[in-house]
């Protein structure tokens, strides 16, 4: 699904991706860690660019239509799938068929009564959790996440991981909790600097090796 070999990325004269070998079957469930400038939000992109057609990507900053329903932010989650008839129409008034398919995502996000609420009036984690909706109903076989449940309280941020673990063939996040990650994830992989630093089943990250990942250079 990945393979990547030493793939480096630079800004400008800045080498932010530093030689990342990486292979990524197809149905894997895997997490990305490692503090904060490692190069996770770099590598997300990445593996984004290389297969954008089968991927939905949740954004860090959510990227939504402010000014637009709840409904029609995960409307646009397919909106290049469907005509441009379609789209206006639907946009006019959510029609029968598209509302059976968006209420159930609603109802699993736990955002049913905020459907149609502009995502302007909403709350952070209801944002949050809205993004999260558009990547489901994309239906891709490939989820990218960066940091997706941030903002969701942490006794419902497993049950939200969950979801979107079940919701495409192979996904890849990145995490800042990382007891949260290691419990949701089978594979670990962990930035620092620029590099793979560890790459394990999650079962055998221990303590150490996460000290080690988070240092202080
Ligand atoms: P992480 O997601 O692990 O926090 P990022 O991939 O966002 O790390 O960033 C890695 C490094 O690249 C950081 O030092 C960051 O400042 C730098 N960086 C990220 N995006 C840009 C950009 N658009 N232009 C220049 N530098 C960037
Ligand atoms: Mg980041």
Partial sequence: MFDLERVSVAYGAARVLKGISLRIREGEKAVII????????????????????????????????AQLSAFH?????????????????????????????????????????????????????????????RAIYRRSSIILGDEPVSAID????GGLLELIKSSADTVILAMHDVQLALAAFPRVIGLREGRVFLDLPSEEVGEDTLADLYRRS
Avoid: W
């Fill in 34 to 65: 490692g503090p904060s400038g490692a190069g996770k939000s770099t590598l997300l992109k990445k593996l984004y660019e290389l297969r954008q057609a089968q991927c939905a990507f949740i954004h860090q900053d959510y990227a939504l239509v």
């Fill in 73 to 133: 932010n995960v409307y646009i989650g397919r909106l290049d799938q469907h005509s441009t008839t379609h789209n206006l129409l639907n946009l006019l008034k959510p029609q029968k068929a598209e509302l059976s398919q968006i209420t159930p995502i609603f109802r699993a996000i736990g955002m049913e009564e905020k459907m149609f609420a502009r995502v302007s009036t909403l709350s952070g984690g209801q944002q949050q959790r809205v993004a999260v909706g």
């Fill in 154 to 157: 942490p006794h419902q941020a």
